[in-house]
């Protein structure tokens, strides 16, 4: 991925991971427009970085979803890189009874909002120079947290889909890129001062430092063992991992 000079649109940049990835592309030279649904959070980003731009969007509103697009291309008609990165992450109790307003609105915010973001986008992206799609999963995605199992099964399927878009796009000239955290000290499940997790700044430095390359898998620290667990015998990193995260 080009690191300067880009127009890019990116989901949940109010807090977290989006909003350090924009604020880094952001010193990079990039024009970034940030969204999300908290207009505080919006604008506190905003103000803390003099030049980048936001907009009010309801990731899972499909109807939200192309308004925005459509604004999106009428303003910024160089936008050539889409970072979806917006998501929710609740205990959701896959031993019993799932609640099913939790299960819909994670569906909704973490599968169907990218796929709903990157198709209303396609089209524009297609025609321009250097695009890029980049999808945010995460290691849940191949070693599942039980404790989140639908939240691990949307990264999941997320993963899933990245691989067929990217060989879908593979004649066009949009790159499709899959960013896949390990734990970060964020919000999410209040991990801000976990000390288990990777601190948010050191996530970030090494996550643009990949962008940089070629590489279309963003790996970072213990994200490289963790993507490399699948398979026959993954149930053994499955249970020693979920039992930990229960110990503790």
């Not at 999808?135 to 849940?140: A, D, E, K, R």
């Not at 149930?235 to 229960?246: G, I, L, R, T, Y």
């Amino acid at each position: 991925m080009k690191l300067t000079g880009n127009t890019i649109f990116i989901t949940g940049g109010g807090s977290g991971i989006g909003r350090g990835l924009a604020e880094a592309l952001h010193k990079l030279g990039n024009q970034v427009i940030i969204s999300g649904r908290r207009a505080e959070r919006l604008q506190a980003t905003i103000d803390a970085n003099p030049g980048m731009r936001a907009v009010s969007l309801d990731i899972t509103d499909p109807l939200d979803i192309e308004s925005v697009a459509a604004r999106l291309i009428a303003d910024h008609p160089g936008l050539n890189v889409l970072i979806n990165n917006a998501g929710i992450m609740h205990p959701d109790g896959a031993g019993g009874p799932v609640d099913d307003a939790l299960l819909k609105a994670t569906v909704e915010t973490n599968l169907l909002g990218p796929i709903r973001m990157t198709s209303a986008l396609i089209e524009h992206l297609k025609t321009q120079d250097d695009a890029v799609v980049a999808n945010v999963t995460s290691v849940l995605g191949f070693v599942p947290l039980a404790l989140t199992a639908v939240y691990s099964a949307t990264k999941a399927a997320l993963h899933s889909y990245t691989l067929s878009q990217r060989f879908l796009l593979r004649n066009d000239k949009v790159s499709v890129i899959e960013i896949a955290p390990p734990w970060v000290r964020t919000e999410l499940m209040n991990s801000s001062e976990e000390a288990r997790a990777m601190p948010l700044d050191a996530f970030i430095a090494g996550a643009i430092e990949q962008l940089g390359t070629e590489a279309n898998e963003i790996l970072v620290g213990p994200a490289v063992d963790m993507r490399a667990n699948p398979g026959p015998n993954e149930h053994a990193w499955v249970n020693a991992f979920n039992d930990s995260m229960v110990a503790d």
